[in-house]
């Protein structure tokens, strides 16, 4: 077999393959046996046709294409890696010759990773908000904890904001009454805006025993995006009421015996908090400089593919899961659907070029992913996912999803040596230290590459 390659543009190219006939012998071979257990002659056993038979009463024709067909695979591959290409997705191919005894020609056309030289990245200097914690960030948080311990006790008056009111309800669409629109004894926290819209104004200002109709949204449920005429009766009103804030609710609240315990406590948890946001912010910061330093064309199938993958991700699993279609989510988000094509498509070439760069990157430092970084990212990726570390890493092989979390370890490590390199100061002036940034590198990394065209192009191509 002979090849070449000629660069059409920096991200495609066509393999010219002449392929001598001795070398389809295997093929025609296979193809001569196919062709035997699917057809009978008479006067043969099945299995035992001779090949001439086979010629004279299907046609040569038919064998040569079952034989490059089943050849194409292989030459394909075998061109692809003499050349060393890093190809992209499937070619087109298209057989320029074929002479029965003698040659087979054919060219393939097929997208590359573009050739990226990465240049001095030492110099760049980001920006990133101070960690500052204030004592109202600290009494917040101590609030937030008080009202997760808040005790209730029913009251006769009106209800107010803050007032917890046990509900029954019944929607109506068209003056019919849904199936799935009755609802008895909600307990509703009055301002937290867990339910529907207008419930708020409607119950404020109802005893036990009042009763009221108000029109909503529906946000879920068979009839969701609709608006519905909705009857709230209020059964009770409960008056919330937080517990002192002193050492006996510390004790309560936490492990510790004092309440200067337990504020130095929510003071470290929220330092912690904003430390592990400004490492966020200083990759994602220093990763928007490094790919403004960096030329990096894009293949145009790739791309739409990317853009695809991100559609079909929202509309089928995101807003799926919200009830909501494109349509009305373009509608909450006040965008016309020309404005969302455009943010999409800016998303999903920032996303090629995120994984071109930093895959270009882990080549040069000749950067490894071990077993403990595998596992660590799992954990963490199963965490953000919901599900147990065993369900998810099940998931992971069942869906042969293990190249792209070492993939996203990968450009993660990669992210992680330019920020070291990297200036980062926050708003005060001060230099800031990130340390184990890795850990936020590679979600950080994975983030800006979601939709995982890049991987699913590289999957083993077939001619």
Known sequence: MKSAVETLNPTRVRLSIEVPFEELKDSLDA?????????????????????????????????????????????????????????LGQPEVDITELKDGETLNFTAEVDVRPAIEIPDYSGIEVEVDAIEVSDEDVEKAVTELRERFASTSPVERAAEDGDVVTIDLEAKVD???????????????????????GIDDAVKGLEAGGETTFTSELKGGSAAGKEAEVSVKVTQVAARELPELDDEFAQL???????????????????????????TQAQERVLEKLLELVEVPVPEKLLADEIQTRKHNLEHHQLGQMGL???????????TEEEFDAETEEAAVKGIKTQFVLDELVNKEKLNVNQEELTEHLMRRAASSGMSPDQFAQAVVEGGQVPMLVGEVARGKALAVV?????????????????DE??????????????????AAEETPEA
């Not at 038979?53 to 292989?74: H, M, S, T, W, Y």
């Not at 279609?325 to 965008?335: A, H, M, N, R, T």
């Not at 100061?425 to 340390?435: A, Q």
Request: net charge negative; proline share 1%; aromatic share 6%.
């Open 325 to 335: 279609d494109l349509e009305k989510y373009l509608e909450i988000q006040g965008k």
């Open 175 to 197: 003056g019919e009454v849904l199936e799935d629109g009755i609802a008895s004894g909600v307990s509703y926290t009055i301002g937290s805006g867990e339910l529907l819209d």
């Open 438 to 455: 890795d850990e936020t590198a590679a979600e950080v990394a994975a983030e800006a590459t979601d939709g995982d065209a890049v991987e």
């Open 253 to 279: 609240a936490s492990e510790f015996d004092t309440l200067e315990e337990l504020q130095a406590d929510s003071r470290k948890r929220l330092e912690n908090m904003k430390q592990y946001d400004q490492a």
């Open 31 to 87: 193809a001569y046996k196919k062709i035997n257990q699917q057809v009978t002659v008479k006067g043969f056993r099945k299995g035992k046709i001779p090949a001439r038979v086979i010629d004279q009463r299907f046609g040569r024709g038919a064998v040569l294409e079952e034989a490059v067909n089943d050849a194409l695979p292989k030459f394909y591959t075998e061109a692809v890696n003499e050349a060393e290409l890093n190809v």
């Open 419 to 435: 920020v070291e390199a990297a200036t980062v100061k926050d708003t005060n002036g001060e230099v800031v230290d990130l340390e």
